[in-house]
Every structure is written in C-alpha cells, then in structure tokens.
C-alpha cells in the first residue's frame, strides 16, 4: 500500500500545471478516500487558499489546505491507508469504500472499478483536450498565435515521448522560424512547451541562432527573439537561484558561444544605472505629452522594438523612430527611412531644458497675444493706405489710349 495513492492521474496532471503556473496551494475534500478532478483546487496564496476551505463547508464536505513543492511532496501529505481518519473509515455516510460492515465495502470497490473502467476513455480525451487548450494558450502568449493548432492537437493524439513543430513568419525583410520543442511529463500523460530554436533570416543572406528555453510557462516571446537575434536589447523579469524576481535587460553577445552553441546573454540590472525614461526624455517627443501614449512607448521599447515617435522642434513635426540601447545609457535615434542620426545631429532634435523650455512658451504665448491686439490696427492701416492711393488718371490729350 505504500505506493499507492488516492489521487486520480487527471488530480496528478492538474498539481503539475498549477506548479508550473505558481499555485502550490491545492485545496481538497478530505470526506473522500478516492480524490477526483472535481474534488481539487489550486491557489497561489494561502490566503486565498484558507478562504476557500473555510467558505466550502458543509455536513458532507470538509476542505483541507496542503502546501506541496512537487508531486511527490504532495503525494507524502495525503493521508492514505491507516493514516486516514478512522471515523470516516467506518462511516458509510462518509466513506463507503472503506465500510467493512456487511457487503458495503464490496459493493462500493465494484462501482468505483466499474465506474473506472468506462469513464477511462473518456477522461482521457477530456485530459487530451485540458492539455491541448493549455499549450494553445501557452503558444499564444508566447507569441506564435493561432495556427499551430491544428499541428498541436495531432501531435498530441499520437502520444509520442516528445515532438516538435515547425513556426515561421516574415518581419520586414527578414524572414523569422522556429522549431518548438515538446516533451511529455514522466510521472503523468501531460505534455508541456519546454524550449524553441529561434533562427532569424537577415537581409544580407546571414543567419543567427538561439535556443530559448521557457519556465513554468514564460520566457522570452518570439517578437522579443526576433529583436534579440536582430541585436537590440530586451527587458525582462527574471529569477535569480533562490527563486527571488528580478529585472534586467537581456542583449545578445554575438562575440561569444558558452557550451551549448549559444550566444552568452549580457545581463544589465537595475544597478547598472540605465533610465530608460530619462534618456527618451532628452529628445522632443510629442508622445510624451501624453501618459496613456508614454506607456506604450516605453513597453514597445521594453520588448526591444524600433518604435516610431514624432519629434516636434521648431513648430516642425517629423516622424523619426527610436530604440532603446541600456549598454550606452541612452536610445538610439533613426529618421524617416530607418537611417541611424549621426551624433554631431542628435542637438537639432533635443527637448529643450525645462527652464529654457518654461521661457520659449511664455514668449510664444506673447508673440500670440501681440499679433491679436495688431491684427486690427493692421487692418486699418491697409485700408488707409488703399485709399491714399492716386486715383486712375483720365487721359484728355491726343493719342492712341491703352485699355
């Protein structure tokens, strides 16, 4: 009996998606020997978790909390066998599997094995389709969209070990694929997303590759691969070895391979002293005036995209783009037609201090009012000046007239 447990493979299956989702909280109605899918809920907090058991009680329904780590720390804190409380082992009410008063106990173990038997199939498509829908969702946010679909669900029909699918998309003039790596789990029939080989297709016939490897479902989206291979940089929320989150930007070494023919990833922290915010300040963007618009900016710019932005200098607007770049501390500005601004022309397109800023308004408003007040008395003057003008002189004398 001691390798065996009261958890269905589907409650198995479940623990190990809400592990990798963060929720190592699983509340469970202990009234039953045999526990189900139905019978089961994850939580991150034990907040959440107390909450729960406490509101869900009733005279045939009592909810127990357990924190576990992984299955087999959950599998050692389930009471099994004579751990189980003998008072509902001898209830019939409770627990009739385990009745052993007259023929209750028999009755019980063939409804449960028969119930087993032909529910068998179809819990294991209902398991099929959780785990198609949970890896769909997973390549969504992920960013390879809807069309992998098709090629998922098959794959996971014919119940292979691992496999992998084949992405592709075109940014630009840059062609961008990726082989996504699929693995089963080896204590349940659950597959999961564990890495992809991202290759980028450069104008120039060049290409770049890079494995990215995904935890608990997260990592690094195709978009923000693409701008990694393609050299920006990217922020990201990492997780140091004790498991603590931290934020950084991520840059490509393109100098360097470590073991596994990688790139080595340069790291710089929120220490290293790069604003992103202060340095995009610097130039005259209109976006800027805006908090809603700010925002997306700054996101795009997290991701590692060029973004485009209107730089207003001058009364003049113009549509220029900019990326971000934490190794200098600053953002790279490029015109119109993507041309990186040579430093001696960066000065032409820098917001001005907030003092000299402050003052130029002031004088503007100024000369707005002043033209006001001189618009009519301007005015005047042309019309004064239009009839002091000599009238049209009448010829009397001889000659030919000219009309």
């Known amino acids: 009996m001691k390798n065996e447990h009261p958890l269905s493979d589907e409650v198995l299956a479940l623990a190990e998606l809400a592990l990798r989702a963060g929720k190592q909280y699983m509340v469970y109605n202990n009234s039953l020997y045999f526990i189900d899918q139905s019978d089961i809920y994850f939580f991150a907090s034990r907040n959440e978790a107390n909450s729960f058991a406490a509101d869900n009680i009733s005279d045939h329904d009592r909810f127990h909390v357990i924190h576990f780590n992984s299955l087999p720390d959950l599998l050692a804190k389930i009471p099994y066998g004579e751990q189980f409380n003998q008072s509902q082992v001898n209830d019939p009410d409770q627990n009739g599997l385990y009745n052993h008063e007259g023929n209750a106990f028999a009755d019980a173990l063939i409804d449960h094995f028969e119930t087993t038997h032909f529910s068998k199939q179809l819990k294991s498509e209902k398991m099929n389709q959780e785990n198609l829908q949970y890896l769909s969702d997973n390549l969504k946010y992920m960013g390879f969209g809807e069309t992998l679909k098709a090629d998922l669900e098959k794959k996971l029909q014919e119940g292979k070990p691992e496999f992998k699918l084949e992405f592709f998309n075109e940014i630009g003039n840059k062609g961008f694929e990726a082989s996504l790596h699929f693995r089963k789990s080896e204590s349940t029939d659950m597959y999961f997303f564990n890495n992809y080989q991202a290759t980028l297709h450069r104008s120039n016939g060049d290409e770049v590759n890079q494995t990215f490897y995904l935890n608990k479902g997260k990592g690094v989206t195709a978009k923000e691969a693409f701008n990694l291979l393609d050299g920006r940089a990217v922020h990201k929320e990492l ?18 391979k470590d073991k596994h023919n990688n790139f080595e990833v340069k790291q710089y922290h929120e220490n290293y002293g790069y604003d992103l915010k202060t340095a995009v300040s610097k130039y005259a963007v209109a976006e800027l005036n805006d908090p809603e618009k700010a925002k997306a900016l700054y996101q795009s710019l997290e991701k590692g995209n060029v973004q485009a932005v209107t730089i207003e200098k001058d009364g003049n607007s113009q549509r220029m783009f900019l990326e971000a770049d934490p190794q200098f501390k600053k953002v790279t500005l490029y015109d119109g037609n993507l041309k990186m601004v040579a430093r001696e022309s960066l000065d032409h397109y820098k917001a001005l201090p907030a003092g000299q800023a402050a003052e130029k308004s002031v004088a503007d408003d100024k000369k707005k009012e002043l033209k006001t007040e001189q618009s009519p008395k301007v005015e005047k003057e042309k019309k004064t000046e239009k009839s002091l003008l ?5 010829s009397k004398g001889k000659g030919l007239g000219v009309s």
């Open 390 to 394: 000599p009238k049209k002189r009448e």
């Open 239 to 256: 997780l140091n070895k004790e498991g603590q989150p931290y934020k950084a930007w991520l840059q490509l070494d393109f100098e360097n």
